[in-house]
């Protein structure tokens, strides 16, 4: 049981705009920075957005996030089949002194 | 550019002793606040361990206090993860992740990770 609440799965098609949900409390997302990181099939996770809506250098600006009160959410614009992959956000927890995890969101290129 | 490199993962009998090792490079290792990430198979990431990047402040996850410990050795460039009193519920790839700052604290995030290593708990 993740501390965050995603949604299990998304999907779109290409071209297409999606978005994934991140939902939290007080204690974690209501007052620290969403995180985004992006595992694809097989591999290490990626960060693909900190402090709510920066990107890395690198990361293209089809990948956006935004954050209001506990709930966050992810938006990734002319969806592309390399996109395919698990989306996971993440924060600090005040209450635990750590990070907590969503339980991630398969997105699923049709 | 940053690099890790986890080692140490295997097979292990429930509650043997595991020690996995994470070897940086590509940045002043000793700068930077440095953490253990875990992933069950087919399941979610679960953040394990964070220690300071001076070594002198260590942080774990619930599910781990008491039975994980965490260090570093900064003239080695190297993060260790020292697991005991193993369970099948740890079975997992753990990932070491550098911290975007010397301090585990908020306001920062987990950038780069390593490939991972896989330790099974099984007899």
Do not use: H
């Not at chain 1, 998304?10 to 297409?16: D, F, K, N, V």
């Not at chain 1, 890395?56 to 959410?73: H, I, L, N, T």
């Not at chain 2, 292990?12 to 875990?38: E, I, K, N």
């Not at chain 2, 585990?104 to 708990?121: E, H």
Request: charged share 15%; proline share 4%; with cysteine.
């Amino acid at each position: 049981q993740s501390v965050l609440t995603q949604p299990p799965s998304a999907s779109g098609t290409p071209g297409q705009r999606v978005t994934i949900s991140c939902s939290g409390s007080s204690s974690n997302i209501g007052s620290n920075y969403v995180y985004w990181y992006q595992q694809l099939p097989g591999m290490a996770p990626k960060l693909l957005i900190y402090r709510n809506n920066q990107r890395p250098s690198g990361v293209p600006d089809r990948f956006s996030g935004s954050k209001s009160g506990a709930s966050a959410s992810l938006a990734i614009s002319g969806l592309r089949s390399e996109d395919e992959a698990d989306y996971y956000c993440a924060t600090w927890d005040d209450s635990l002194s750590g990070v907590v995890f969503g339980g991630g969101t398969k997105l699923t290129v049709l | 550019e940053a690099q890790l490199l986890e080692s140490g993962g295997g097979l292990v009998q429930p509650g043997g002793s595991l020690r996995l090792s994470c070897a940086a490079s590509g940045f002043t290792f000793s700068s930077y606040a440095m953490t253990w990430v875990r992933q069950a198979p087919g399941k979610g990431l679960e953040w394990v361990s964070g220690i300071s990047g001076s070594g002198g402040s260590t942080y774990y996850g619930d599910s781990v206090k008491g039975r994980f410990t965490i260090s570093r050795d900064n003239s080695k460039n190297t993060l260790y993860l020292q697991m005991n009193s193993l369970r099948a519920e740890d079975t997992a790839i753990y990932y070491c992740a550098k911290w975007s700052s010397g301090n585990w604290y908020k306001y920062n995030w987990f950038d780069p990770w390593g490939q991972g290593t896989l330790v099974t708990v099984s007899s």
